[in-house]
T-cell receptor, first 114, second 113 residues
């Protein structure tokens, strides 16, 4: 079965540094999601793309976070500057259609900010 | 064994027993529900989904029951195996213009050999 790819799997950085995460969704999936997950909690949606357009970024801290999906395929999530509270798992997911269909998740990037 | 999945409780069952994980959802207008399994250090893995026009759906060793009257969702796992040990999340798709999955807090399932 095709999978969502994410890199890096782990990232350790110091506060005030910049970090970037990459996601390659399943081929043909128009919808791409970035989630943040705190240990023991459910994922929290940060941003949702439909092709190259942002559909929902209401929970994205725009003063420090940015996301892009320039060609409507792979996507990058950036944090600058990183803060201690950003330590979490960052998950990327994709789906064939808009919400109401199964989301396929990647393995996630575990971020630790020191 | 049975548990309510609102505060990340731990449900402990014996291998071979049936497990029931419960979830109370918030929005009576939600029309799509989904269960995910998440093992430590991994991304969530799809288990089963159900739309609001159904009250039961079965998969391989899993059954999801939907009770819209009391806004309750349950996941039943038959003949629980050690590989079923994970955190289980239910999620509902909210109604309205900005449709997105709203996730519960999860229930940790521990299977004792």
């Amino acid at each position: 079965e095709a999978e969502v790819a994410q890199s890096p799997r782990y990232k350790i950085t110091e506060k005030s540094q910049a970090v970037a995460f990459w996601c390659d969704p399943i081929s043909g999936h128009a919808t791409l999601y970035w989630y943040r997950q705190i240990l023991g909690q459910g994922p929290e949606l940060l941003v949702q793309f439909q092709d190259e357009s942002v559909v929902d970024d209401s929970q994205l801290p725009k003063d420090r976070f940015s996301a892009e999906r320039l060609k409507g395929v792979d996507s990058t999530l950036k944090i600058q500057p990183a803060e201690l509270g950003d330590s979490a798992m960052y998950l990327c997911a994709s789906s064939f259609q808009s919400p109401g269909t199964r989301e396929y998740f990647g393995p996630g990037t575990r971020l630790l900010v020191l | 064994g049975e548990s309510v999945g609102l505060h990340l409780p731990t449900l402990s069952v014996q291998e071979g027993d049936n497990s029931i994980i419960n979830c109370a959802y918030s929005n009576s207008a939600s029309d799509y529900f989904i269960w995910y399994k998440q093992e430590s250090g991994k991304g969530p893995q799809f288990i089963i989904d159900i739309r609001s026009n159904m009250d039961k759906r079965q998969g391989q060793r899993v059954t999801v029951l939907l009770n819209k009257t009391v806004k309750h969702l349950s996941l039943q796992i038959a003949a629980t195996q050690p590989g079923d040990s994970a955190v289980y999340f239910c999620a509902e798709l909210n109604a309205g213009n900005n449709r997105k999955l709203i996730w519960g807090l999860g229930t940790s399932l521990a299977v004792n050999p």
